[in-house]
């Protein structure tokens, strides 16, 4: 267990849907980083936050957003669906601000299947 | 701009031999960071290894070593004695000094055979 815990693990929808993917970062830790890896594209950073304030996007369309609440948990919404959004979405947190001196932790990921 | 690259894609070895991941990265940051993890078949980023610009000591765990060379910008993966559980996706990345993001190579698929 890596202390990052990502809900649900798996989902499958529909076209046209959205979806909300949780995480929760290891205790302690202040920033929370979106990736998304399919299998043409590999691992892409979608978003980063920091003690609740958006610090780097990536490239993340615009029918995705994210936020970070108050008790660090964040939140990637993915809407408007399409076939191409099936990926697994993973979440990493770490302690700063974004230096990799102090690493980052991924989860488990959630696996997003759109049909 | 930062950039990772895993020129090999696929890797099939028999168990027991030895075997290298190549990792050439990018970066005009002095201050930057670089990274191994390990992604087995059920799915989970497994980190490996984190190594600062200003360390170029090679690092032995076990089995697994790793190569920084600043010189050639590589940072290479080295399995020892493989083993089939050794079997995987591994990823190289690169943190820079005020990026606020870790950019991923594309991944070496290693196939470790009996």
């Known amino acids: 267990d890596s202390g990052v815990t990502q809900t649900p693990k798996h989902l499958i929808t529909a076209t046209g849907q959205r979806v909300t993917l949780r995480c929760s970062p290891r205790s302690g830790d202040l920033s929370v980083y979106w990736y998304q890896q399919s299998l043409d594209q590999g691992l892409q950073f979608l978003i980063h936050y920091y003690n609740g304030e958006e610090r780097a996007k990536g490239n993340i369309l615009e029918r995705f957003s994210a936020q970070q609440f108050p008790d660090l948990h964040s939140e990637l919404n993915l809407s408007s669906l399409e076939l191409g959004d099936s990926a697994l979405y993973f979440c990493a947190s770490s302690v700063a601000g974004g230096r990799g001196d102090y690493g980052y932790t991924f989860g488990s990921g959630t696996r997003l299947t759109v049909v | ?114």
């Open chain 2, 1 to 114: 701009a930062q950039k990772v690259t895993q020129a090999q894609t696929e890797i099939s070895v028999v168990e027991k031999e030895d075997v290298t991941l190549d990792c050439v990265y990018e970066t005009r940051d002095t201050t930057y960071y670089l990274f191994w993890y390990k992604q087995p078949p059920s799915g989970e980023l497994v980190f490996l290894i984190r190594r600062n610009s200003f360390d170029e000591q090679n690092e032995i765990s076990g089995r697994y070593s790793w190569n920084f060379q600043k010189s050639t910008s590589s940072f290479n993966f080295t399995i020892t004695a493989s083993q089939v559980v050794d079997s995987a996706v591994y990823f190289c990345a690169l943190a820079g000094s005020s990026a606020s993001k870790i950019i991923f190579g594309s991944g070496t698929r290693l196939s470790i055979r009996p």
